[in-house]
């Protein structure tokens, strides 16, 4: 090792970081060469002023200052928000219990919608266009085919013009006819 | 059992229960501790004083935000350090801003008086105004780690939670931070000379 690698081992050596065989180095490299044994004593020096004289101590009057501050700013904290974020249910604040339990409810309600059966409604919910409309049945095991050769069935109010609509209806009202006379339509 | 019986860890417990007399404890305890910290930090007494206020009020109104699972001294320096980082952030833009060729800190160092020689008791103030000339140009992520180290006497440890960067990494930039202070002291030492021959 030369003495720009025996530079890297000073701060270590300061520090009582070197190893065994390394500290044996160390010394043996500072008994032959002046250079880096004056760098070391220097850096011990140095680090030893900086512990002793660079301390530095407040004012006296400090404390009273502080103190006056945190009155200051206690009193520009609203009232409710020092309620809101103060601790008191088993180390928890009002605002993190409250938000918590929010939290607890939506996993609930996502859970529970997760786990139903397929909740589809049987009858269409009325739009506005359709409010006078009588409902389409719809039913969710029935065969696609029958639903496709009745236009009962697969017309809906959504995707109908309001005359196709009308005509709909005369066409239920007439099989409703047939069917209280005892007739097929 | 006295306040200063207990350790940082209970007091700041006892301050979260409500004992507005632990804060006081804490108080005296980091006060002057912190302040030097910031003041060899940003070269500035009156700015230092502004930002270890700042940082004890910061613990009075955020106590809740305390965790036992880090040392409080490592908090309390984590916020010091990091109102110091914005502070000298903020100055740094102002400078630039305002085209000054002075840097941060600069005008309260002098230079050494021609009729430079020391004597033994004024060795260590020199001494104490060399260091602080060579600190305040050291560059700032250094300068951090070898006060928190060589003035304060924390771990590598802790100063590399207060810092968050790894150990390896602290060590190498304190033992790199130490080797470019005594560069420069020994610049300022050797013009000090030349100039009282």
């Known amino acids: 090792m030369n003495c720009s690698q025996y530079r890297f081992k000073i701060s270590p050596y300061l520090d009582q970081e070197l190893t065994f065989t390394e500290l044996k180095m160390f010394r043996e490299h500072l008994e032959g060469c002046p250079n880096c044994a004056e760098l070391t004593l220097q850096m011990e020096r140095t680090q030893v002023a900086m512990r002793d004289e660079l301390q530095a101590s407040l004012a006296p009057d400090f404390v009273p200052r502080l103190e006056a501050r945190i009155r200051a700013e206690i009193n520009r904290t609203p009232s409710w928000w020092r ?65 496709a050769a009745n236009p009962l069935l697969t017309t809906t109010p959504q995707d109908s013009t309001p005359g196709q609509r009308d005509s709909v209806r005369r066409d239920f009202s007439r099989q409703m006819k047939y069917v209280n006379q005892g007739r097929r339509p | ?101 002075l840097g941060f800190g600069e005008k309260e160092y002098e230079l050494p008086s021609e009729d430079y020689a020391p004597t033994k008791a004024l060795e260590g103030e020199q001494t104490e105004k060399d260091i602080r000339m060579a600190l305040a140009r050291l560059p700032l992520h250094f300068r951090t780690v070898i006060i928190l180290r060589d003035v304060q006497e924390l771990s590598y440890e802790e100063i590399s ?18 080797l470019r202070l005594q560069e420069m002291l020994a610049n300022v030492r ?5 100039r009282s021959e």
């Not at chain 2, 050797?190 to 030349?194: A, C, R």
């Open chain 1, 83 to 147: 309620q809101m974020t103060a601790p008191r249910l088993v180390g928890f604040s009002p605002i993190s219990l409250s938000g918590a339990a929010a939290a607890a409810l939506a996993i609930v309600v996502i859970g529970v919608s997760l786990f139903l059966p397929d909740s589809a409604p049987l009858v269409d919910p009325p739009t506005s266009s359709t409010q006078n409309n009588p409902p389409v049945m719809m039913t969710r095991n029935s065969n696609p085919a029958s639903q």
């Open chain 2, 1 to 101: 059992m006295t306040p200063h019986q207990f350790t940082d860890e209970e007091l700041i417990a006892q301050f979260q229960a409500g004992n507005e007399n632990a804060y006081l404890e804490i108080v005296a305890r980091f006060k002057d501790r912190l302040f030097t910290f910031v003041y060899r930090f940003v070269g500035d007494r009156d700015l230092a004083e502004d930002l270890v206020q700042d940082t004890l009020v910061k613990v009075y109104t955020h106590r809740h935000a305390y965790r036992e699972i880090a040392r409080f001294s490592t908090w309390i320096y984590t916020i010091a350090g990091n109102l110091a980082r914005t502070e000298l952030r903020k100055r740094k833009r102002r400078a630039t801003f305002s085209m000054s060729t």
């Open chain 2, 161 to 178: 939670k207060i810092m968050k960067i790894p150990l390896g990494t602290v060590k190498s930039r304190v033992n790199r931070a130490r």
């Open chain 2, 190 to 194: 050797t013009k000090g000379e030349e």
